[in-house]
């Protein structure tokens, strides 16, 4: 690289003006949904194609009538298609079915005092949001002044547990560099702190020049999501930081020990390049494996997110060696924090913790442990309604379509595509004496009759989808006859939880096998890798507890975002948590034990590994999760409850694996295991291809110092 810096810098500031010039376009680019295999995904499918937003959930008008009326009233029939009137002028898009055009009972009240308007938006992928229901509510109470009207729907609450205005990546992404040059500066003490910052803003244009390549290739059934630009953006710039840190510190190191700067950057890639360069390698191949997952939302991350450790670490690799030989030097300036020897507080922690190892493993095992089981009691689900609920004009109509006998199932009511229309009253009939369901009803206009075919909607008495749903569900399936396909939101839901969490094992296995594999050849041992690879499940099973604690039971929810718990965690969150999680701490495992090899190599001892391992990146890692801690907390500010609930996890358990994991539970544990760590058997040297198969040679043996034996 040093002896082509011309070419080099070049290519990479073609390739960062092509960034700047396609990153505004990439927004535009990405397709909203999920792709996956299931009967519901299939049902909406049939769904909209022929009657658009049937899929959605419905909006729900309350019209309670004057004291002393029933349905059956005078009058009233001509008041309640006034409002059907109304809300078809304000709304004409809009497909609604109510009492006064269908004439089932389903839709009335307790006593008959009372009736409701289910109204559905007019494309697939649309929502009944508090715009839609904020019109329907107005028209209708013009249209029906005698009337009491209420307006809800699962969306307009939802929208009281969102912060107000529009989140932005630029804003994100700047508020995440501040944190992480304020980082910087205290590390390095000179301008050297903007290098690793300039190298992420490569890295995160670069990378967003790749998503932008990536939509064109991308199958149609599987689109990449909105949420992929936030992930790349924060999280990229966080890992690029990470590795360029990494890399210049010991560039620092070696410069401090009086070589020359081109002898200190060729020794700094020599020794934390080849980490940068492995830990990219087993982060990347933890992103992509979840591909595995079979829906479209979480593999357009996987694919996506091989982008971020794979780029960052080329960025680290190429153009950062190439400006360190050139600028290296002067940039370094004025260089208050000094980088000659070894930590004094991390080596005095790193004898301490070797010294009461049994309390220090003790300690953090008792940690991971208590919050791995919070996390057992993890709901992924969708909200229910009374979780949402805080105050305002919606959750008034949420309780007064209780009030009036009404079931919070109405909300999630679950429409049923029927193929011929003559197939609907039977199917109604059959539906009505489900005891988990509150009713059914089938409209009769021209909009609900589309090529034959009918829609029959069933209110379930509980919500489906969230935790509460009970049998509804598989009830109205086993009730259908054959040929009738059962969707909605809420079917939707379970069956992408089923299909994503079924594959789970699958992905796990993958990732710890190819993990345990790569950690063994790079580390040359057994004992390490296995323990790697079991912390890192331990530790994101602990960032699943504090997921639980803060989203599920709402500890801190109100002092962080102003809204109250969803009562639930979101189904996308756990696994994407994992996929990012288990490869980006496992970079910290790297950095940190590939000094404790190099110290052990150089000694001899294990325990003077440890001390020189630790005492050398303990600052480096702490700083690393910092920095990647303040990219994810910035990003925990998004309007998208999934995109909030992953950055919130993942800076959790960034911070809890550094601290806990890499700084308490690695030392104490390789303090106890001793010279087991590096065991390596000759059948695993040969497999692993260490040395040429049929020449394996007796490990070079060096002395035991009292301390190992």
Same mark, same amino acid.
């Given at each position: 690289?040093?002896?082509?810096?011309?070419?080099?810098?070049?290519?990479?500031?073609?390739?960062?003006?092509?960034?700047?010039?396609?990153?505004?376009?990439?927004?535009?680019?990405?397709?909203?949904?999920?792709?996956?295999?299931?009967?519901?995904?299939?049902?909406?499918?049939?769904?909209?194609?022929?009657?658009?937003?049937?899929?959605?959930?419905?909006?729900?008008?309350?019209?309670?009538?004057?004291?002393?009326?029933?349905?059956?009233?005078?009058?009233?029939?001509?008041?309640?298609?006034?409002?059907?009137?109304?809300?078809?002028?304000?709304?004409?898009?809009?497909?609604?079915?109510?009492?006064?055009?269908?004439?089932?009972?389903?839709?009335?009240?307790?006593?008959?005092?009372?009736?409701?308007?289910?109204?559905?938006?007019?494309?697939?992928?649309?929502?009944?949001?508090?715009?839609?229901?904020?019109?329907?509510?107005?028209?209708?109470?013009?249209?029906?002044?005698?009337?009491?009207?209420?307006?809800?729907?699962?969306?307009?609450?939802?929208?009281?547990?969102?912060?107000?205005?529009?989140?932005?990546?630029?804003?994100?992404?700047?508020?995440?560099?501040?944190?992480?040059?304020?980082?910087?500066?205290?590390?390095?003490?000179?301008?050297?702190?903007?290098?690793?910052?300039?190298?992420?803003?490569?890295?995160?244009?670069?990378?967003?020049?790749?998503?932008?390549?990536?939509?064109?290739?991308?199958?149609?059934?599987?689109?990449?999501?909105?949420?992929?630009?936030?992930?790349?953006?924060?999280?990229?710039?966080?890992?690029?930081?990470?590795?360029?840190?990494?890399?210049?510190?010991?560039?620092?190191?070696?410069?401090?020990?009086?070589?020359?700067?081109?002898?200190?950057?060729?020794?700094?890639?020599?020794?934390?390049?080849?980490?940068?360069?492995?830990?990219?390698?087993?982060?990347?191949?933890?992103?992509?494996?979840?591909?595995?997952?079979?829906?479209?939302?979480?593999?357009?991350?996987?694919?996506?997110?091989?982008?971020?450790?794979?780029?960052?670490?080329?960025?680290?690799?190429?153009?950062?060696?190439?400006?360190?030989?050139?600028?290296?030097?002067?940039?370094?300036?004025?260089?208050?924090?000094?980088?000659?020897?070894?930590?004094?507080?991390?080596?005095?922690?790193?004898?301490?913790?070797?010294?009461?190892?049994?309390?220090?493993?003790?300690?953090?095992?008792?940690?991971?442990?208590?919050?791995?089981?919070?996390?057992?009691?993890?709901?992924?689900?969708?909200?229910?309604?009374?979780?949402?609920?805080?105050?305002?004009?919606?959750?008034?109509?949420?309780?007064? /379509?209780? %009030?009036? &006998?009404?079931? =919070?199932?109405? *909300?999630? +009511?679950?429409? @049923?595509?029927?193929?011929?229309?003559?197939? #609907?009253?039977?199917?109604?009939?059959?539906?009505?004496?489900?005891?988990?369901?509150?009713?059914?009803?089938?409209?009769?206009?021209?909009?609900?009759?589309?090529?034959?075919?009918?829609?029959?909607?069933?209110?379930?008495?509980?919500?489906?989808?969230?935790?509460?749903?009970?049998?509804?569900?598989?009830?109205?399936?086993?009730?259908?006859?054959?040929?009738?396909?059962?969707?909605?939101?809420?079917?939707?839901?379970?069956?992408?939880?089923?299909?994503?969490?079924?594959?789970?094992?699958?992905?796990?296995?993958?990732?710890?096998?190819?993990?345990?594999? /790569?950690? %063994?050849? &790079?580390?040359? =041992?057994?004992? *390490?890798? +296995?323990?790697? @690879?079991?912390?890192?499940?331990?530790?994101? #099973?602990?960032?699943?507890?504090?997921?639980?604690?803060?989203?599920?039971?709402?500890?801190?929810?109100?002092?962080?975002?102003?809204?109250?718990?969803?009562?639930?965690?979101?189904?996308?969150?756990?696994?994407?948590?994992?996929?990012?999680?288990?490869?980006?701490?496992?970079?910290?495992?790297?950095?940190?034990?590939?000094?404790?090899?190099?110290?052990?190599?150089?000694?001899?001892?294990?325990?003077?590994?440890?001390?020189?391992?630790?005492?050398?990146?303990?600052?480096?890692?702490?700083?690393?999760?910092?920095?990647?801690?303040?990219?994810?907390?910035? /990003?925990?500010?998004?309007?998208?409850?999934?995109?909030?609930?992953? +950055?919130?996890?993942?800076?959790?358990?960034?911070?809890?694996? #550094?601290?806990?994991?890499?700084?308490?539970?690695?030392?104490?544990?390789?303090?106890?295991?001793?010279?087991?760590?590096?065991?390596?058997?000759?059948?695993?040297?040969?497999?692993?291809?260490?040395?040429?198969?049929?020449?394996?040679?007796?490990?070079?043996?060096?002395?035991?110092?009292?301390?190992?034996?």
């Amino acid at each position: 690289m040093t002896r082509h810096r011309l070419l080099v810098g070049l290519l990479w500031l073609v390739v960062t003006v092509v960034g700047v010039v396609l990153a505004p376009s990439v927004s535009g680019r990405l397709v909203s949904g999920n792709h996956l295999s299931g009967a519901a995904y299939t049902a909406d499918q049939q769904i909209a194609k022929q009657y658009g937003g049937a899929t959605s959930d419905p909006g729900v008008l309350v019209l309670n009538l004057p004291s002393g009326q029933t349905v059956q009233s005078p009058g009233v029939q001509t008041e309640l298609k006034a409002v059907d009137a109304a809300v078809a002028k304000a709304a004409p898009t809009l497909r609604t079915v109510s009492y006064a055009t269908t004439g089932s009972q389903t839709l009335v009240g307790t006593g008959g005092t009372s009736t409701i308007v289910l109204a559905y938006p007019p494309h697939d992928g649309d929502d009944m949001d508090t715009t839609a229901v904020d019109a329907l509510t107005g028209a209708a109470k013009a249209a029906a002044p005698n009337l009491t009207v209420h307006g809800t729907s699962l969306k307009s609450l939802a929208a009281g547990n969102t912060t107000s205005g529009n989140s932005s990546v630029l804003g994100e992404l700047l508020v995440g560099a501040l944190g992480a040059l304020l980082v910087l500066a205290w590390v390095f003490g000179s301008f050297l702190a903007f290098l690793p910052l300039i190298m992420a803003l490569v890295s995160v244009l670069t990378m967003q020049l790749l998503i932008y390549g990536l939509t064109f290739v991308m199958p149609s059934s599987s689109p990449i999501g909105p949420s992929v630009q936030y992930i790349v953006a924060l999280l990229g710039l966080g890992l690029s930081i990470d590795y360029s840190l990494l890399i210049v510190t010991r560039w620092r190191e070696e410069r401090a020990a009086g070589r020359s700067n081109d002898e200190a950057v060729r020794e700094a890639m020599k020794r934390a390049g080849h980490s940068v360069w492995f830990s990219g390698l087993v982060a990347s191949l933890g992103l992509f494996a979840l591909i595995v997952v079979p829906n479209s939302v979480v593999r357009g991350i996987g694919i996506s997110g091989l982008f971020i450790p794979s780029t960052a670490t080329l960025v680290a690799l190429t153009l950062l060696p190439v400006v360190l030989s050139k600028i290296g030097p002067k940039v370094d300036w004025p260089r208050r924090s000094s980088t000659r020897g070894a930590s004094r507080f991390w080596t005095r922690w790193s004898v301490g913790v070797i010294k009461h190892r049994v309390a220090a493993a003790v300690v953090g095992l008792g940690i991971l442990c208590g919050l791995a089981g919070v996390a057992a009691t993890i709901n992924i689900s969708q909200p229910t309604s009374s979780a949402l609920a805080s105050s305002g004009s919606y959750t008034d109509g949420l309780e007064a /379509l209780e %009030a009036n &006998g009404f079931p =919070s199932g109405t *909300l999630t +009511a679950v429409p @049923v595509w029927v193929p011929r229309a003559v197939d #609907a009253a039977p199917i109604v009939t059959s539906l009505d004496k489900v005891s988990s369901l509150h009713g059914a009803v089938t409209p009769t206009d021209a909009s609900w009759r589309v090529g034959g075919s009918a829609i029959v909607i069933a209110i379930p008495q509980h919500e489906v989808g969230s935790s509460q749903g009970g049998t509804s569900l598989g009830d109205i399936r086993n009730t259908v006859p054959k040929g009738a396909l059962v969707g909605g939101e809420g079917a939707l839901s379970i069956d992408q939880v089923d299909s994503t969490y079924g594959a789970f094992p699958l992905l796990f296995a993958i990732v710890a096998v190819v993990t345990f594999l /790569l950690l %063994a050849r &790079g580390l040359k =041992s057994i004992l *390490l890798p +296995a323990k790697a @690879v079991l912390l890192n499940a331990l530790s994101v #099973a602990a960032s699943y507890g504090i997921l639980v604690l803060v989203f599920q039971h709402g500890w801190g929810m109100q002092a962080l975002w102003g809204t109250n718990s969803y009562g639930v965690v979101d189904s996308f969150a756990p696994v994407l948590i994992f996929g990012f999680l288990f490869g980006v701490s496992m970079d910290y495992e790297v950095f940190i034990l590939s000094r404790v090899r190099e110290g052990y190599d150089r000694a001899g001892s294990t325990h003077d590994g440890i001390v020189e391992g630790i005492s050398r990146t303990g600052r480096l890692v702490t700083s690393a999760a910092l920095i990647l801690f303040f990219a994810l907390a910035s /990003l925990s500010t998004a309007n998208d409850i999934t995109v909030r609930q992953i +950055a919130a996890g993942l800076a959790a358990g960034v911070l809890l694996d #550094a601290v806990v994991v890499r700084m308490l539970l690695l030392p104490a544990l390789v303090s106890l295991f001793g010279r087991a760590n590096w065991w390596l058997p000759d059948w695993a040297t040969r497999l692993l291809r260490l040395t040429p198969a049929g020449a394996a040679q007796e490990p070079e043996r060096v002395p035991v110092p009292a301390r190992d034996a």
